[in-house]
């Protein structure tokens, strides 16, 4: 049998330049593209060049002259404030063209970097569409992010100005963002010219006299500024991946490609039309923020909603029943790890029962691995499809998912489904051939990549070869392994590399381990990834102390947690550590982290062949017992 995604499927890895061509005339082009694929420069692939767009006109001002001007784009709802904000296409284009021109004023012209350090309100996404509009390049730095690490992107990004808010709001603690602002401009080696503050009633922001602008006051004074036109292979935005050790990993995004993919998954994948309500429950500093709360909704027409809240706690389990029933979403996207927080405080779902949820037509889930219990629960809950799909940061958008706009497969257990049009997935072995259905093996795509995703990493050409195309010649390599069965479903098993998802947030283990080891008590370290049935992982550390170190373990492990905190922020949610005498290893030195992570599960484990010593394992699940761990010995 054929059906619309088979075709979808086939013509898109066989004849990739008609199926983006026809995607593209979805699109407003001020000149269309000379190639849609243009791979004279492999592996640096490009998408529809020679081609102009300007991302926001696309996002907003497209949808006014459609007669959509008087819809809604935006609906803030802040549980944490108590205030609900609705703004048609037309304020929003009038919000953003001022923005733009007060960012304009400041100085920023096509190809400047702006980054971006906001809470989820809406003047983050007026801020990421005025850079859009401007042709400037935007970085938007997750909040939770602490000052060290923000330096960091500042150094590598290099913005003419910096736009924040005075604080951010967790649940009924408020946080302060101008002091770590403040403090990372201190310590990154270059600095921005200016800096716009957006002033929130519950914090007040200190300001640096000719350094820093209030938001209310620039844009006030502004004048509008027209859609600029960009090449469509210029840069939209990038976009750091959380957590990497040394050099950071800036994603990039171009404008050309992105608008198209996104624009067409809103109907393919989510089966949304313009003037439906779509809801990504996420943040803007994050990858699914930028592509389904920003772009995506925007781009289709669709009313997007910035939620600035928590699943619970804001104030109850019932706040995403309230804010589905309340604004008619029609379809939701989130991380399971939200959902099993619901189910933890409302196993039974009783507080659903208070709201109409006859608008709601399906729940996606994406950013870590979806457990059986919770897809059982929200499916029997809902009455609705629940629908897993996987990506990353550097996609931008879905490999592998349920497409409900094309065809509605039956869902797997454990599967996101099938690829996604465009991404020609394979399973290969360390040889890249090509393994037999049913067999784990690492998971490549074959390049090209589609639109949408990273063409390369920002400034680091070399870097994005060496990260994503080397080992695996041919191939994007995802650092998952997993295999695709006999049906074609794609399953997702674990990470290759040192990368942890800790409630849908990428952290790298090694920039953890990197902090611990400047302890002066600590001789060695290791972090890893544990099981979670909230957050899907969170890291523990093993601490191996220094010879003749007489202080207590749990002072030092408490100034480890700290430093955590400080030099990569609350996000990493490091809250363990234990100390032991030695780490297990091989002959040739390598930490057996794989091994100690099956022990702190209660997975079956074999000692390897290559262990340097078998009975330090047993140390291992003795100190892993000791914080709750490992309590099952296999």
Not at 333 to 352: G, S
Not at 392 to 398: N, P, R, V
Not at 527 to 550: R, S
Not at 606 to 618: G, M, N, Q, R, S
Request: proline share 6%.
């Amino acid at each position: 049998m054929t059906n619309p995604y088979e075709i979808a499927y086939q013509q898109s890895i066989e004849d990739p330049n008609t199926f983006w061509a026809k995607a593209a005339e979805d699109c407003h082009w001020y000149k269309k593209w000379d190639r849609v694929l243009d791979d004279t420069n492999k592996p640096f692939y490009r998408w529809f060049s020679g081609g102009q767009v300007n991302t926001c006109f696309n996002a907003v001002d497209l949808h006014i002259e459609n007669g959509r001007g008087d819809q809604n784009a935006i609906i803030y709802d802040s549980p944490v404030t108590q205030t609900i904000k609705k703004i048609t296409y037309n304020q929003l284009r009038d919000e953003v063209a001022r923005f733009a021109g007060a960012l304009a004023a400041q100085g920023v012209t096509k190809g400047d970097r702006v980054l971006i350090y906001m809470p989820m309100i809406a003047e983050a996404l007026v801020a990421m569409l005025a850079c859009a509009r401007l042709g400037a390049v935007h970085s938007v730095v997750f909040g939770g992010f602490a000052a060290k690490e923000l330096a960091v992107r500042i150094d590598d990004a290099k913005p003419k100005v910096i736009v924040s808010a005075s604080c951010g709001i967790e649940v009924a603690r408020v946080i302060a963002y101008k002091p770590l602002l403040d403090k990372a401009i201190d310590m990154a080696q270059f600095k921005p010219k200016a800096c716009i503050i957006k002033q929130r009633p519950m914090e007040a922001a200190a300001m640096i006299d000719g350094r820093d602008f209030d938001w209310d006051d620039v844009v006030q004074d502004a004048q509008p500024h027209d859609c600029v036109p960009v090449a469509a292979t210029d840069p939209l935005y990038i976009l750091y991946t959380s957590g990497t050790t040394g050099i950071p990993k800036g994603v990039v995004r171009d404008n050309g490609g992105h608008l198209v993919a996104l624009k067409w998954t809103m109907g393919a994948i989510y089966n949304i039309e313009a003037g439906d309500v779509y809801w990504a429950a996420s943040d803007v500093g994050w990858v699914v923020g930028h592509s389904y709360i920003v772009y995506g909704p925007l781009l289709k027409g669709c009313t997007t909603i910035v939620f600035e809240g928590k699943p619970v706690g804001t104030p109850d389990a019932g706040v995403f029943w309230r804010v589905i029933s309340e604004h008619k979403v029609k379809v939701m996207f989130t991380a399971p790890t939200a959902f099993r927080a619901i189910k933890r405080e409302d196993p039974r779902a009783e507080l659903m029962k208070n709201y109409d949820l006859s608008n709601f037509k399906a729940l996606f889930l994406a950013g870590e691995r979806l457990d059986p219990d919770t897809l059982k629960w929200a499916e029997n809950s809902l009455g609705i499809p629940v629908i897993d799909h996987w990506w990353q940061t550097e996609t931008g958008w879905a490999i592998a998912g349920n497409c409900l706009g094309l065809h509605h497969y039956p869902i797997k257990e454990g599967s996101p489904t099938k690829p996604a049009p465009g991404w020609n997935l394979q399973v290969v072995d360390p040889n890249c051939n090509p393994i037999k259905a049913g067999d784990i093996g690492a998971l490549v795509v074959k390049l090209p990549l589609p639109p949408g995703t990273l063409p390369t990493l920002w400034n680091n050409d070399d870097g994005y070869i060496k990260a994503y195309l080397e080992e695996f010649p041919g191939y994007y390599k995802t650092a998952d392994a997993g295999f695709i069965d006999e049906d074609g479903y794609v399953f997702v098993m674990s990470r290759t590399d040192d990368i942890i998802n800790v409630a849908g947030h990428r952290l790298s283990t090694g920039a953890m381990e990197e902090v611990l080891a400047d302890h002066p008590d600590v001789a060695e370290c290791a972090v890893l990834g544990v099981d979670d049935k909230l957050k899907g992982q969170v890291p523990i550390g093993f601490l191996v102390l220094n010879a003749g170190v007489t202080r207590s373990p749990e002072e030092i492990i408490g100034e480890t947690v700290q430093m955590v905190r400080d030099r990569i922020g609350p996000v990493a949610s490091f809250k363990t550590a234990t100390v032991v005498k030695r780490l297990p290893k091989t002959r040739s030195g390598k930490i057996l982290r794989g091994t100690i992570q099956k022990i702190a599960d209660n997975k079956p484990y074999k000692a390897p062949a290559t262990i340097d010593d078998p009975v330090i394992l047993d140390e291992m699940a003795e100190a892993l017992s000791g914080i709750g761990y490992a309590k099952a010995k296999t």
